[in-house]
Nanobody
Framework: QVQLVESGGGLVQAGGSLRLSCAAF????????MAWFRQTPGKEREYIAL????????MYTKSVQSRFVISRDNARNAVYLQMSSLKPEDTGVYSC???????????????????WGQGTQVTVSS
């Protein structure tokens, strides 16, 4: 059974940093591209960042480019999201997701991801 478990969320002031982690169980990790999504009340889940199964390529939604970095450690079955220069609008529940493929695909939609974590809350205060 596939399980994704996020950690690292919390409350941070604007301009601060947080590092999210996602541990994966029950899958051949490098066979799956991994992504982070964000959801806020009243809005649809939003794609934030995506990394290929090998970790050699990544992409980001425009609002987080140059501030967030996605990485993965296939030896540890883990994916990370380093978030810097945080803004109040970054507030939300962040979930990691495993894609059915190790490759990037555009557009990035939730339908590409059969496996999801429960999410971790990130709150950025102004």
């Amino acid at each position: 059974q596939v399980q994704l478990v996020e950690s690292g969320g919390g409350l941070v002031q604007a301009g601060g940093s947080l590092r999210l982690s996602c541990a994966a169980f029950g899958l051949t990790f490098s066979d799956h591209a991994m992504a982070w999504f964000r959801q806020t009340p009243g809005k649809e889940r939003e794609y934030i960042a995506l990394i290929t199964g090998s970790g050699d390529s990544s992409m980001y939604t425009k609002s987080v480019q140059s501030r967030f970095v996605i990485s993965r450690d296939n030896a540890r079955n883990a994916v990370y999201l380093q978030m810097s220069s945080l803004k109040p609008e970054d507030t939300g529940v962040y979930s990691c997701a495993a894609a059915a493929s190790p490759l990037l695909a555009v557009p990035v939609t939730t339908s590409l991801f059969p496996y999801w974590g429960q999410g971790t809350q990130v709150t950025v205060s102004s």
